[in-house]
């Protein structure tokens, strides 16, 4: 996906009606159609709202000292969260992200991840008086998107009744279903930063599934507080997700880019084909030994990859080959890549 967003691209999206959900099944061969859109209308919704575009960083950026990899827009953010005087403007970002969580479960035969660990995310941070209009806002983009408000319900922890008092009347006016959720467990609906005495409050966002009428989450807004009080409020949802919960797909690694080189099928292709697009990612990152953190993570990836390779038969060659269509995908070049990850391949392999 070397190039998100062209030009030329926007120009013709201008004025136009949503597109890709005039669709009825998921064509891979429209993902990069499906991305350019779904980017379009976030920065054209919270635009309109008066948000100011963010500058992305690297996937190893050390403006987040708590992680290894960028894995969320509010990494990028969270210097917002310590500034004296609070928040007073609101930005959206499109960042890429690496969460690496998949690596506890590759060589698990049972275990076979929803989530994709590298994908591209959109996000935004506003002070908190604006939790509404961030509702308000991430509502126009789904109806920007044609998605229709019986498409669309708010889950919302019974405890937070604060925060239900506030969206109840945008859920209204643009008559949304809002789930009260009375389940004993919160934890789909708090959230810690790695910062001392900070935490958030959130509800998610869920879309119906048109084959199965299930809601599934694509994204979640969260209130973020301290012991002194709010301190902003942030979107965060994924493209990978948006698009596999619009067309009802098994997960976000089918929707994702990997998925135009290695032909997804569920099970251990879609476990390897995760484990590839993630080391690709590292590899671009020019990541060093004496990172051990990161490299330690690059390791368990390329272990990943053995293991899963030789469940679903791909030579080494293959595995080259597709680390250099996917370098392409993504930046546009092919480099040294694949040569670099074969011999990292073959010198884990004789250990």
């Known amino acids: 996906m070397c190039d998100l967003l062209n030009e030329n691209y926007l120009q013709n999206m201008k004025n136009e009606a949503p597109n890709f959900l005039r669709e009825k099944e998921f064509r891979i061969e429209q993902l990069d159609f499906y991305f350019q859109e779904i980017i379009f209308k976030f920065k054209e919704s919270f635009k309109s709202f008066g948000y100011k575009e963010y500058r992305p960083v690297s996937l190893i950026s050390e403006i987040d000292h708590s992680v290894r990899f960028i894995g969320s827009t509010i990494n990028v953010f969270k210097k ?157 949802m994924g493209v990978s997700t948006l698009i596999s919960r619009i067309f009802g797909l098994s997960n976000s690694i089918e929707s994702s880019i990997i998925s135009k080189i290695v032909p997804f099928k569920e099970g251990f292709t879609s476990k390897f084909s995760d484990a590839l697009s993630a080391t690709v990612m590292m590899l671009k990152q020019k990541i060093k030994s004496k990172d051990r953190g990161r490299y330690y993570l690059l390791r368990i990836y390329v272990l990943a990859l053995l293991y899963l390779g030789d469940k679903v038969n791909f030579s080494f060659e293959e595995i080259k080959i597709f680390a250099q269509n996917y370098e392409k995908e993504e930046f546009g070049i092919i480099s040294d890549i694949g040569d670099k990850l074969i011999t990292y391949m073959e010198k884990y392999n004789q250990k």
């Open 80 to 236: 917002y969260l310590l500034k004296f005087g609070g928040l007073n403007d609101k930005y959206f970002l499109i960042q890429k992200c690496l969460r690496t969580r998949n690596s506890k479960t590759f060589f698990n035969d049972l275990i076979f991840p929803e989530w994709s660990s590298y994908f591209i995310a959109l996000g935004t941070i506003s002070p908190p008086e604006d939790l509404i209009k961030t509702l308000d806002g991430t509502i126009d983009f789904l109806f920007k998107l044609g998605i229709k408000n019986n498409q669309i319900r708010i889950n919302i922890y019974y405890q937070d009744g604060d925060l239900l008092k506030c969206i109840t009347n945008s859920c209204l006016v643009n008559n949304l279903l809002i789930n009260i959720d009375t389940t004993e467990n919160p934890s789909s609906y708090r959230h810690k930063y790695g910062l001392d005495k900070i935490y958030g409050r959130n509800f998610n966002i869920a879309i119906k599934n048109q084959r199965t009428e299930e809601f599934k989450d694509i994204g979640n807004i969260t209130l973020i507080e301290n012991t002194c009080g709010q301190l902003a409020v942030e979107v965060a």
